[in-house]
């Protein structure tokens, strides 16, 4: 099941800001970390992340830092910030609500949708 457009506006800041709580990652990475730890739901191209990347980096959310990896090539490597863990916070309650309130009107259970 892939998310249509715009709960993926909602969804996929959160989930890359998420990501990268545990460290940083590269473009490609995020890319196939989102689609493996979410069986796929919140599957997202590269040209839908970068436009993402980029809105969250100028947003002050992320910072991201050009070094040579591992195979010699240059990636760009993106970092939470400060502001961003602030954000991610505040977020993730506002995430916790809707959960909450979908649940009670019965869209949601604890093992999924209903």
């Known amino acids: 099941m892939r998310i249509e457009t715009e709960l993926m506006r909602g969804a996929g800041p959160v989930a890359v800001l998420k990501l990268l709580e545990r460290g940083e990652m590269y473009g490609y990475e995020l890319v196939e970390a989102l689609s493996k730890r979410t069986s796929g739901v919140l599957d997202m191209g590269q040209s839908t992340l970068y436009p993402l990347l980029y809105n969250l980096e100028a947003k002050g959310l992320i910072e991201a830092t050009w070094r040579e990896a591992d195979s010699g090539r240059d990636r760009k490597y ?27 009107l019965g869209v949601v259970s604890m093992g999924g949708a209903a």
């Open 78 to 104: 993106y970092r939470l910030t400060g502001k961003g863990k602030k954000r991610l916070a505040a977020d993730t309650e506002q995430w916790r609500g809707v959960i909450a309130a979908m649940q009670s």
